[in-house]
């Protein structure tokens, strides 16, 4: 199960498995995003390379216009992850 | 444990569950268990994308072998492709240089302790051993 929720903060909330079977979905409300956000990964268990290219996407496009992702709360797994892929050149994370 | 899933990405819970299966009897710690989701998937996602007029079913096959666990993934009418034999990516380039493509690859020879091809009779077979923490 995936489910992505946008806070009243505009804080997007991601929890459960972000995989290719849920990629095309999310990419739709990432491109809804017109300024920088936080997301936060405290309830998302897993990631795959094609949630990482939804969220790499989303970054190009808002960097273009000066804004950005900021992620937070990544567990140990999806944080090695990020780092094997050198994510942590590209995304702030916290 | 064997079973066989129709080509396509919405086979993806369907596989999800097959590994919470092993998983849950092999009691994997929650590190094993991210990491031979992550490979089975990138593979699995990989043989839709790359191998898409084939008509089989893609297999996978999941076994303990003492402090290990094997994966083994089989696909029926493939060309082959060896993922140990592709380019190291460049990872230090800046946002607007990466390309997409390769990424999946890379990630799980990182996460994977060792990544064996056979291309054998029109079959590409795929077997990752993982020693278990």
């Known amino acids: 199960m995936f489910s992505m929720t946008v806070g009243q903060s505009g804080e997007i909330l ?7 079977a849920q990629a095309e979905e999310a990419l739709k409300t990432f491109n809804g995003l017109t300024s920088s956000a936080i997301v936060n990964f405290k309830d998302l268990e897993y990631i795959s390379s094609a949630g ?9 496009r808002l960097k273009n216009t000066g804004q950005e992702l900021k ?3 990544l567990n140990s797994h999806i944080r090695d992850v990020f780092r094997y892929a050198r994510f942590d050149l590209i995304f702030k994370i916290e | 444990m ?3 899933f129709k080509r396509s ?4 819970p369907s596989v999800f569950e097959f590994l919470g299966e092993f998983i849950d009897k092999e009691r994997l710690s929650e590190g094993d268990a991210f990491t031979l989701r992550f490979a089975s998937e990138e593979l699995f996602t990989n043989l839709v994308k790359y191998n898409p007029e ?7 096959s999941v076994t303990r072998d003492g402090p290990s666990a094997i994966l083994r993934i089989v696909d029926q009418q493939a060309q082959a492709f060896d ?14 240089e990466r390309r997409p493509g390769g990424l999946g690859i890379h990630l799980v020879k990182k996460m994977i302790d060792k990544i064996e091809y056979q291309h054998v ?3 590409s077979i795929y077997t990752l051993t993982q020693h278990l923490e």
Do not use: C, H, M
């Not at chain 2, 084939?54 to 996978?60: A, F, H, K, V």
């Open chain 2, 2 to 4: 064997t079973r066989s």
């Open chain 1, 14 to 20: 991601l929890s459960g498995r972000f995989d290719a």
């Open chain 1, 71 to 73: 992620l937070i709360n």
């Open chain 2, 83 to 96: 993922p140990t034999k592709r380019p190291e990516l460049d990872l230090n380039k800046k946002l607007e």
């Open chain 2, 121 to 123: 009779d029109n079959k």
């Open chain 2, 9 to 12: 990405i919405q086979s993806l």
């Open chain 1, 52 to 60: 990482l290219g939804v969220l790499i996407a989303t970054q190009r």
């Open chain 2, 54 to 60: 084939s008509p089989s079913d893609i297999t996978l």
